[in-house]
Each structure stands twice: as structure tokens, then as C-alpha cells.
């Protein structure tokens, strides 16, 4: 062991554990990333149209499972399902990715949106109040942008850190299996 691994333990058992380190990165950014979306949702009201609401799947799947590899990883399963475990969060990233590229290319009208996100009115009740009910109707169209930050919308930044989880999960599998 060299002076530089016991001056800094943590980073020799990162690079001693990649999948570990993959797994435990993947399972904290798929987290705050539902809890960003959470707090847009419930806190700001920007509420998620069907494509939004499927781009969040990656994300349930990716918490629990990448800390269930996290959790094998530290306990030093068989190489296999560590690498099973990471290529699965990658391709689920990478999923969520192209899903999320659609999305941005249907608010930017390159693609045609699902036929869901115009929304069917259903169950109006009588006619006697259904002004009342159509007023509190609201669909969520997937083509229409609710918010922009730096030219981007949330689909574009779910394209991003979709692309990263992708990446560091990646990353982890080709460490652990060099390793």
C-alpha cells in the first residue's frame, strides 16, 4: 500500500470496487433526480405529461437495483451479477435516453407525439354542469414546453443525466470486468 492509498482510504476502495462506486453514483443520481422531479411536480406544479411520467421508469428501476449492486458490491458477489446488475442500469439509461430524445423532438415538433398527450376527454358527467367539469380539465400536451432553463427542457436534461447514469455505469462494468 503507498502513502497516496492510506492518506485517502476512501479512494483506494473506489478504484478497489468500481462497481460499488458505479452503482451507489447511479442509485444517488437516479434519486435526486425523481426528487427533482417530484418537487417540480408538487412544489412549482409543473405537472409531467405522459412521456415525462414514462421517462421516470429508468429511474424507479435504477434506485432499488443499483442498490441492491451497490449492496452486492460490498459484500463481493460473483463478478457476474455485479456485471449483470451494471449492464442492466446502463441499458435502462440508455432506454430512458432515447425516450427522453423523443420527447425533446416532439416539443420541438420533429416528431409526432403520441396520440395520449392530446388527451381524450373522458367522463364529463351530465350536461348540466359540464362547463364546470371542462373548466377543471386540464390535459398536459407532450409537444408543448412547460419550462426552459438554458434552452433546454426537463426531457432535454433527462437526456443528459440519462447519458451520464449510462456512462457511469458503463464505467463500472468494464472496471469490474478488467478487475
Known amino acids: 500500500m503507498t502513502f497516496q492509498a ?3 482510504p476512501s479512494h483506494t476502495q473506489a478504484t478497489a470496487n468500481p462497481a460499488l462506486t458505479a452503482a451507489l453514483a447511479v442509485t444517488v443520481i437516479a434519486a435526486a433526480t425523481l426528487a427533482g422531479a417530484w418537487f417540480f411536480q408538487l412544489v412549482l406544479e409543473i405537472l409531467p405529461c405522459p412521456l ?3 421517462q421516470r421508469y429508468a429511474y424507479y428501476l435504477a434506485v432499488p ?3 441492491l449492486v451497490a449492496i452486492a458490491a460490498a459484500k463481493h458477489a460473483p463478478r ?3 456485471l449483470a446488475g451494471l449492464a442492466i442500469l446502463a441499458l435502462a439509461a440508455l432506454g430512458n435516453a432515447v425516450l427522453g430524445t423523443y420527447h425533446a423532438g416532439v416539443e420541438w415538433h420533429f416528431f409526432q407525439g403520441p396520440t395520449d398527450c392530446t388527451g381524450p376527454v373522458g367522463n364529463l358527467g351530465s350536461a348540466g354542469n359540464l362547463l364546470e367539469r371542462l373548466d377543471t ?3 398536459i400536451r407532450c409537444d408543448e ?3 426552459r432553463f438554458l434552452g433546454l427542457s426537463l426531457a432535454g436534461y433527462n437526456v443528459l443525466i440519462s447519458l451520464l447514469m ?3 455505469a458503463a464505467w463500472g462494468f468494464v472496471r469490474t470486468a478488467r478487475t
Request: charged share 10%; glycine share 4%.
Open 6 to 8: 492510506t492518506a485517502n
Open 52 to 54: 415525462c411520467l414514462e
Open 65 to 67: 437495483l443499483g442498490a
Open 80 to 82: 457476474p451479477v455485479l
Open 137 to 139: 380539465v386540464k390535459v
Open 145 to 147: 414546453v412547460q419550462w
Open 166 to 168: 449510462a456512462a457511469i
